[in-house]
């Protein structure tokens, strides 16, 4: 409609948001590394990424080309590291986790990270998940949705990324729905937010054996911005510990044990 052209026509109010699954150990075992990075550098430019498997996040940022990337990698195992522009974000605090559920493979988290968006002045709470396999039930929903609540300030736009194990239709997912309405549904991988929704797709993913999805969502201006000494600061990345988590092994075998599961999403059906 008109209202979404019109967002279009004026970039500076939209955001570009990723979620990729990197089926980190496969793409290891088969050397297809290059591939990977690759498949991140021709999705570019976008502004916030959640990756989950990704075992180190700096080092698949800086080869796929994306230097002007800070971020956060969070615990192991089961990573699910969060990723912003620094062009068009500045940090506002340290970034954070939480454990969200366990299954056979360890605990299951969720990341975030506060943030300013530079070109309107609106705080953004940014999360990523990469959720369980043994269950998408409404504690795991309870869960999820806690850990936004606890983050979120008065005023901020929210988005969040994840391999959610969990298709739109579950308990779990209709709870986190109920609040973040907005949505890229690309089966068991989506990206939700408080921010209206412009467009969406699901990509071929390869070498993963995730989609790689896609969404654009509109900021409406922050009126806090316009007050004097209100537009923050980036905080110096020595102000968080990039890798404060538990440390952890074992293999992560998402893929593995999903056979049944419809990886690509909207453009191929869907998950069942």
Known sequence: GEAVQKALEAPESSVSVVSYNLFWWNVAANHRWNELHERIRREAPFDLVGFQECEDVTSTLAKSGLSEF?????????????????????????????????????????????????????PVLFANTHGPLNGCDDGLGDNWLAGIEAQRQPGDAVFMTGDFNCDSSTPAMTKVRALLVEEHDGGIDHILSTAPKLEGESKDGTPSDHPLIRGVFRLEGSAEADQPGQQAKALPAETFDQNDATPGGGPRACGLLEADMDYRGGDLGGAP
């Open 70 to 122: 800070d971020s956060f990698q969070g615990p192991k195992p089961n990573p699910c590291p969060v990723a912003w522009n620094t062009e068009v974000f500045t940090r506002l605090g340290s970034p954070g986790w939480k454990v969200v559920a366990n299954d056979q493979w360890g605990d299951r988290y969720m990341s975030w990270v506060r943030l300013r968006h530079l070109p309107t002045g609106t």
